[in-house]
């Protein structure tokens, strides 16, 4: 799983967590923080867990996929328990409402952009102001981080 810098501005410094806990996944059934200011954070948990075993199909031979499910499946009862509905969705684009304690709500659209045609392609994650009221907000959050 990859570093998400930008949802280090958007909901809290990232970098003094260990690499591995740089995920959403991780910080979705781990951070108080993760769980109480993402509003669709339940849903959002489930259609994760289940877009995470799709992928961990083309990935099932890799000793790193292994060890994260293996440390999610250790650490959160809740993810366990999702894990084990077998559920399986597809990468979509969908919007993700996350309410800042300083700007407020922000709704962003999740994108998806493969970089090859087929696995084991790299892809490239956007988040995109859903609304204008999102973007201005995130222009505050942007100004303020400046400073």
């Known amino acids: 799983m990859q570093e998400l810098p930008f949802l280090g501005t958007l909901c809290a410094p990232q970098t003094q967590r260990p690499r591995a806990d740089r995920n959403c996944l991780w910080l979705l059934t781990t951070s108080e923080r993760w769980k109480r200011d993402f509003l669709d954070r ?3 948990l489930r259609d994760l867990i289940a ?3 799709a992928a961990m199909a ?3 031979a890799e000793p790193v996929w292994k060890e994260q499910l293996d440390r999610l499946l250790g650490a959160s009862a809740e993810f366990r328990a999702l894990w084990e509905r ?10 993700k409402r996350y309410l800042h304690p ?3 709500l922000i709704r962003l ?6 970089l090859a045609p087929q696995a ?3 892809r490239v994650v956007a ?3 859903a609304d204008e009221d999102s973007e201005e907000r995130l222009e505050r959050l942007a100004e303020a981080a400046a400073e």
């Open 58 to 60: 083309e990935h099932v």
């Open 109 to 114: 659209e999740h994108r998806n952009m493969w």
């Open 86 to 95: 077998h559920e399986v969705a597809p990468m979509s684009p969908h919007v």
């Open 42 to 44: 339940d849903e959002m």
């Open 120 to 122: 084991p392609a790299q």
């Open 127 to 129: 988040y995109v102001p």
């Open 102 to 104: 300083v700007v407020g």
């Open 51 to 53: 877009k995470y075993r």
